[in-house]
């Protein structure tokens, strides 16, 4: 099981946050020795766009900042979660160096914590450019070559986190071949727990009218495997920057909201905590504004 956060000491971690308050670093520590964070409970981010200038803003928002006081919000959260997913567009627009770099900073209360980071790859990522300045998200052998995915072991349900990046700054995504084969053997090697499926791109069964695939090319293939994998309760995704819950058959499809800017007016971003529990799955949905008239809407999802 990978466990994806990067390693900074603390000299170093002293040395890059010089604004951060004592008693919030007093705080901070120590999140991997105590008891008290949940095993079942994760923070789920998307689409956090987050540019290489800290100041750099779109359709009014900074994303920078948005994504500073998400975390923010996900560490003071009770029940203390006991990993962060971003599920893809960790980067702006064409997964520069410069936005790694920032992201890095922007999540350096987390790796000082010791709370677990996974971050998926969304079409405006490059995973050579995240490994770069993340350097500890490298898996040291990775289970499909040229693609970054992991599985999560929590006592109720497997995270399977994928790769549907195709080409940096093109919009289709695409699982392919072998990580679908893979996926099938990981998950036939977990038939016992839920799983739970993580990628960037919303399924996408035909093109558009206009011949377009902006969405996930290889949704067919994906849920003929999951179809006779009922172990499988949930593909949970962002790229749409809408927060959504439907049902596939069985499987429920999660949209998780941005955490940068929404593609249309009042819908809320933010970021979701996750609860596994005995028989599904409890949503609460944290907008960032937290006058939203979602904010805090909680949602049971079951399965049998
Ligand atoms: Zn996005």
């Not at 009218?209 to 962002?238: E, H, M, P």
């Amino acid at each position: 099981m990978p466990l994806h956060w990067p390693h900074v000491s603390r000299r170093e971690f002293l040395g890059q946050a010089a604004g951060v308050t004592a008693s919030v670093l007093v705080w901070r520590q120590g999140w991997a020795e105590d008891s008290r964070a949940d095993p079942h409970s994760l923070a789920l981010l998307a689409d956090t766009h987050v540019p290489s200038d800290p100041a750099t803003t779109a359709r009014d928002v900074n994303m920078t900042n948005n994504l500073r006081q998400a975390l923010a919000e996900v560490m003071a959260h009770a029940p203390k979660v006991s990993g962060v997913v971003v599920n893809g567009d960790c980067a702006y627009l064409k997964g520069l160096p410069g936005d790694y770099q920032n992201l890095a900073q922007v999540v350096q209360p987390l790796v000082e914590a010791e709370l677990p980071l996974h971050l998926t790859m969304g079409n405006h990522d490059n995973r050579e450019a995240l490994y770069a300045a993340l350097s500890q998200q490298q898996p040291a052998a990775p289970p499909v070559e040229a693609k970054h995915v992991s599985v999560l072991e929590t006592p109720k349900a497997n995270w399977f986190l994928l790769d549907s990046l195709t080409k940096t700054d093109v919009v289709t995504g695409e699982l392919g071949a072998a990580q679908l084969q893979w996926l099938a053997q990981a998950l036939d090697a977990r038939a016992d727990k839920p799983a739970l499926l993580v990628a960037h791109h919303n399924p996408q069964f035909e093109p558009a009218a206009n011949g377009d695939w902006g969405g996930l090319k290889d949704a067919r293939a994906l849920f003929d495997l999951v179809a006779s994998r009922r172990q499988v309760k949930a593909y949970i995704f962002g790229h749409t920057h809408d927060w959504r819950l439907t049902k596939l058959g069985d499987v429920h499809l999660v949209n998780l909201p941005p955490v940068a800017y929404v593609f249309q007016a009042g819908r809320p971003n933010g970021w979701v905590h996750a609860m596994v529990q005995d028989g599904g799955l409890r949503l609460r949905l944290q907008c960032l504004d937290n006058a939203h008239a979602l904010h805090q809407q909680t949602v049971e999802l079951t399965w049998a």
